[in-house]
């Protein structure tokens, strides 16, 4: 299986902070991977997926980047309703493996 | 707008079976261009990929759990569902259902979930 490893495992930051969120995959996937924002209690949200392809309904705000295997995720301008836990995904190859979360709280 | 609503029992006993159903309403599970799976979290970590099924009937597994898990799909009633057998403590989770769409260079995401279920596994 394809371990995924995001760093840091929890951050705190402001509203209006730029923050990244990174994602390593034990070995190359390409440009598979997706981002998920998950709230408690809530469904899982796409928010990137192909690495760097924005969901349609997601803010601008959000971009990702990155191929092979390191990837990142970028907020910029952090808004109240970001504050939440994020993971990455990679589907290059069954099974699919997440990362384990980074949880964004408010500083 | 397309909808999965994921349901099932919240309590099973340790070494009995978890059956889970995710109704798709708005949309088919015949779609070619899509496909369903489950997704479960445990408590407090991460998650996992279960399982996924085609249009066709085809299905995927994760072998961690390939063993104990049965996919299947039923189009009369626009459903799919989760058994899982012989469950223990270990497989209390948040069940999730959810549609894999294709993005760019037909790569593969989760794109609509289910609100999720808990289900607690007793001893």
């Known amino acids: 299986d394809i371990q995924m490893t995001q760093s840091p495992s929890s951050l705190s930051a402001s509203v209006g902070d730029r923050v990244i969120i990174t994602c390593r995959a034990s070995?190359?996937?390409?440009?598979?991977l997706n981002w998920y924002q998950h709230k408690p209690g809530k469904a899982p949200k796409v928010l990137i997926h192909?690495?760097?392809s924005l969901q349609s309904g997601v803010p601008s705000r959000f971009g990702g980047s990155g191929s092979g295997t390191d990837f990142t995720l970028t907020i910029n301008s952090l808004q109240p309703e970001d504050f939440a836990t994020y993971y990455c995904?990679?589907?290059?190859?069954?099974?699919?493996?997440f990362g384990q979360g980074t949880k964004l709280e408010i500083k | 707008q397309l909808q999965l609503q994921d349901s099932g029992p919240g309590l099973v006993k340790a070494s009995e079976t978890l059956s889970l159903t995710c109704t798709v309403s708005?949309?088919?599970?015949?779609?070619?261009?899509?496909?369903w799976g489950w997704i479960r979290q445990p408590p407090g970590k991460g998650l996992e990929w279960i399982a996924s099924?085609?249009?066709?009937?085809?299905?995927l597994y994760n072998p961690s759990l390939k063993s104990r898990v049965t996919i299947s799909g039923d189009t009369s009633k626009n459903q799919f569902s989760l058994n899982l057998t012989s469950v223990t403590a270990a497989d209390t989770a948040v069940y999730y259902c959810?549609?894999?769409?294709?993005?760019?260079?037909?790569?593969?995401?989760?794109?609509?979930w289910g609100r999720g279920t808990l289900v607690a596994v007793s001893s």
């Open positions: 959810a549609r894999a769409a294709v993005g760019r260079f037909g790569a593969r995401y989760f794109d609509l």
């Open positions: 708005g949309g088919s599970i015949s779609s070619v261009n899509y496909y």
């Open positions: 099924i085609f249009y066709s009937g085809d299905t």
């Open positions: 070995q190359s996937i390409s440009s598979y």
């Open positions: 192909a690495a760097s």
């Open positions: 995904q990679q589907s290059y190859s069954m099974p699919y493996t």
